[in-house]
């Protein structure tokens, strides 16, 4: 039986149409314990992010430009359902995956979610076998279905495999691998290449130089291995992200205590289309570094996120690197405040900008709560940021061609879920450009305009509606509100209010009905 409850909690952020890029911080939870790790663009410039709550349910999002809340989903399907991964499909609606334990074939099962457009649930799978299996990467297929990384026991030759499924475009299986050794070998990343093959990437401690080494394996379309490299040196090397880069070859980001400047930091290895690298990077401080996701951006760079404890406000912050083609250094930011903050995605937006997420404890109504941080093209996010001078390095680490087992397996199930709707928005911080461009009857003044002890705005009000005024300073934070306005007149005092740039909104139950700006000396 499907279920609907709504708990929205709305908090007002400043809506004016401005010109040039968006730049905010939200975060997204309840008040259990949220995580995020899937981000995708969305065709109308807006984003959706996947991931779960305390609650063990699926949690997923859809946002606008500019942060605003479209729609909220929270999926349950009888136990603890988890989301990794989540992209928009090519018919506007989006595929989720990660875990469950709700149903399937036994133990936790591999979880795939569709949902429409609007957030609608259509249909639920699980596949896998007795054991545990996860999908910790998805992509939607040049063919409509979706190829599918994770890690398989129940279809191991050791500790646990690479277990990779194409299925069509209902989550049915069209094939399946499992790929590995006697130790651990997990997939975290995968992508369809231009050729319609694939390829993904993870670690191995089955094969390699020690410990765990980074391992990628291309397969053409039909699941048939046609490569497989291992990077790395005696430490801990694992790979979490892999995007083609538009000379056919492969960015690579992921973690290495192998190299660098402190215990774990950022690695960054480019390769050409045979998995031969071109360079290697490592990125870091005195602490922990620990990448999540890597991107191609328009300039042919290169960014990478995840999370530092060398630097930045509090114990972990969002670590965020540009570099330029050939992996040196254009700048580095961290983002959060006094306590743990982890980010996990990234992607470039149509501004030129960027959109991380993940999520963290110092902000938000619970002890975790999803993270949302919208920057311009040099990575300024207006507050809870640094700007750090990381240590770069160059290792030298040859690719060797290992030798695993390939084999195949997994059922499929499926469920009806339990769909929630809500969740607790704040806004931390939003740009609102300087640039308003007004409804035809909203051109408003106050007077005098710099205001220095009150000002006096008249408009016209025949019909005695109730207005709201609404000021705000140039970070988008509400800071006067007077609310039954139904005379013609709004005298506002200075009081506590600082010098700078305001703008201000009347605003009616049909919306936004005037604006303007108004400076305070």
Same mark, same amino acid.
Request: aromatic share 12%; net charge negative.
């Given at each position: 039986?499907?279920?609907?409850?709504?708990?929205?909690?709305?908090?007002?952020?400043?809506?004016?149409?401005?010109?040039?890029? *968006?730049?905010?911080?939200?975060?997204?939870?309840?008040?259990? +314990?949220?995580?995020?790790?899937?981000?995708?663009?969305?065709?109308?410039?807006?984003?959706?992010?996947?991931?779960?709550?305390?609650?063990?349910?699926?949690?997923?999002?859809?946002?606008?430009? #500019?942060?605003?809340?479209?729609?909220?989903?929270?999926?349950?399907?009888?136990?603890? /359902?988890?989301?990794?991964?989540?992209?928009?499909?090519?018919?506007?609606? @989006?595929?989720?995956?990660?875990?469950?334990?709700? @149903?399937?074939?036994?133990?936790?099962?591999?979880?795939?979610?569709?949902? %429409?457009?609007?957030?609608?649930? $259509?249909?639920?799978?699980?596949?896998? &076998?007795?054991? %545990?299996?996860?999908?910790?990467?998805?992509?939607?297929?040049?063919?409509?279905?979706?190829?599918?990384?994770?890690?398989?026991?129940?279809?191991?030759?050791?500790?646990?495999?690479?277990?990779?499924?194409?299925?069509?475009?209902?989550?049915?299986?069209?094939?399946?691998?499992?790929?590995?050794?006697?130790?651990?070998?997990?997939?975290?990343?995968?992508?369809?290449? !231009?050729?319609?093959?694939?390829?993904?990437?993870?670690?191995?401690?089955?094969?390699?130089?020690?410990?765990? %080494?980074?391992?990628?394996?291309?397969?053409?379309?039909?699941?048939?291995?046609?490569?497989?490299?291992? +990077?790395?040196?005696?430490?801990?090397?694992?790979?979490?992200?892999?995007?083609?880069? *538009?000379?056919?070859?492969?960015?690579?980001?992921?973690?290495?205590?192998?190299?660098?400047?402190?215990?774990?930091?950022?690695?960054?290895?480019?390769? /050409?289309?045979?998995?031969?690298? !071109?360079?290697?990077?490592?990125?870091?401080?005195?602490?922990?570094?620990?990448?999540?996701?890597?991107? $191609?951006?328009?300039?042919?760079?290169?960014?990478?996120?995840?999370?530092?404890?060398?630097?930045?406000?509090?114990?972990?912050? +969002?670590?965020?690197?540009?570099?330029?083609?050939?992996? /040196?250094? !254009?700048?580095?930011?961290?983002?959060?405040? *006094?306590?743990?903050? +982890?980010?996990?995605?990234?992607?470039?937006?149509? %501004?030129?900008?960027?959109?991380?997420?993940?999520?963290?404890?110092?902000?938000?109504?619970?002890?975790? /709560?999803?993270?949302?941080?919208?920057?311009?093209?040099?990575?300024? &996010?207006?507050?809870?940021?640094?700007?750090?001078?990381?240590?770069?390095?160059?290792?030298? *680490?040859?690719?060797?061609?290992?030798?695993?087992?390939?084999?195949?397996?997994?059922?499929?199930?499926?469920?009806?879920?339990?769909?929630?709707?809500?969740?607790?928005?704040?806004?931390?911080?939003?740009?609102?450009?300087?640039?308003?461009?007004?409804?035809?009857? &909203?051109?408003?003044? @106050?007077?005098?305009?710099?205001?220095?002890?009150?000002?006096?705005?008249?408009?016209?009000?025949?019909?005695?509606?109730?207005?709201?005024?609404?000021?705000?300073?140039?970070?988008?934070?509400?800071?006067?509100? #007077?609310?039954?306005?139904?005379?013609?007149?709004?005298?506002?005092?200075?009081?506590?209010?600082?010098?700078?740039?305001?703008?201000?909104?009347?605003?009616?139950?049909?919306?936004?009905?005037?604006?303007?700006?108004?400076?305070?000396?």
């Amino acid at each position: 039986m499907l279920k609907k409850t709504t708990i929205f909690l709305s908090i007002s952020i400043l809506t004016f149409t401005v010109s040039g890029q *968006s730049i905010f911080q939200k975060t997204f939870g309840t008040t259990a +314990y949220e995580e995020i790790w899937g981000l995708d663009k969305t065709y109308d410039e807006g984003f959706v992010l996947g991931g779960y709550t305390g609650f063990g349910n699926a949690y997923i999002i859809k946002l606008t430009a #500019i942060g605003d809340t479209s729609w909220t989903r929270n999926i349950n399907v009888g136990g603890m /359902d988890l989301i990794y991964t989540i992209q928009q499909t090519n018919d506007s609606g @989006f595929i989720a995956a990660g875990r469950t334990n709700g @149903f399937g074939a036994g133990g936790l099962d591999m979880l795939l979610v569709k949902l %429409d457009a609007n957030g609608n649930n $259509q249909w639920n799978k699980a596949i896998g &076998g007795s054991a %545990d299996e996860t999908v910790n990467s998805i992509e939607q297929t040049l063919d409509g279905g979706f190829i599918i990384a994770g890690n398989t026991y129940s279809f191991s030759s050791g500790l646990n495999d690479f277990y990779i499924v194409k299925t069509n475009s209902i989550g049915n299986i069209v094939w399946s691998k499992s790929i590995g050794g006697a130790g651990n070998d997990n997939a975290y990343s995968i992508i369809q290449n !231009t050729d319609s093959s694939y390829t993904a990437v993870g670690l191995t401690s089955s094969v390699g130089a020690g410990g765990n %080494d980074l391992l990628a394996t291309k397969l053409d379309k039909n699941g048939n291995v046609t490569w497989m490299k291992t +990077y790395g040196s005696g430490g801990d090397d694992r790979a979490n992200s892999i995007q083609q880069t *538009s000379d056919g070859g492969f960015i690579i980001s992921g973690v290495t205590n192998s190299f660098g400047a402190g215990n774990y930091d950022f690695y960054l290895i480019k390769t /050409d289309n045979s998995g031969n690298p !071109t360079f290697q990077k490592t990125f870091g401080g005195v602490g922990n570094e620990w990448s999540y996701c890597v991107q $191609q951006t328009n300039d042919l760079g290169y960014m990478l996120t995840g999370y530092t404890t060398s630097f930045g406000a509090g114990s972990s912050d +969002y670590y965020f690197i540009k570099t330029n083609s050939i992996g /040196d250094t !254009t700048w580095t930011k961290t983002f959060g405040g *006094s306590m743990d903050d +982890y980010a996990t995605n990234v992607k470039q937006t149509p %501004d030129n900008g960027y959109a991380i997420v993940g999520y963290g404890q110092s902000f938000g109504a619970g002890s975790h /709560d999803f993270y949302f941080v919208k920057t311009d093209s040099n990575g300024n &996010g207006i507050c809870n940021q640094n700007t750090t001078a990381t240590i770069v390095n160059s290792p030298i *680490s040859t690719a060797t061609i290992p030798t695993l087992t390939i084999s195949s397996g997994g059922t499929v199930n499926s469920a009806i879920p339990i769909l929630n709707t809500g969740t607790i928005i704040n806004t931390l911080c939003t740009n609102v450009g300087i640039e308003i461009i007004p409804k035809e009857n &909203g051109d408003v003044n @106050f007077f005098p305009n710099p205001l220095t002890d009150y000002a006096t705005l008249n408009f016209e009000n025949p019909e005695n509606r109730k207005y709201t005024f609404n000021l705000y300073n140039v970070q988008g934070q509400l800071v006067r509100k #007077i609310e039954q306005v139904t005379t013609e007149t709004i005298i506002l005092e200075r009081q506590n209010l600082l010098n700078g740039l305001y703008f201000f909104q009347l605003i009616t139950d049909a919306g936004v009905e005037m604006n303007g700006k108004l400076i305070i000396e």
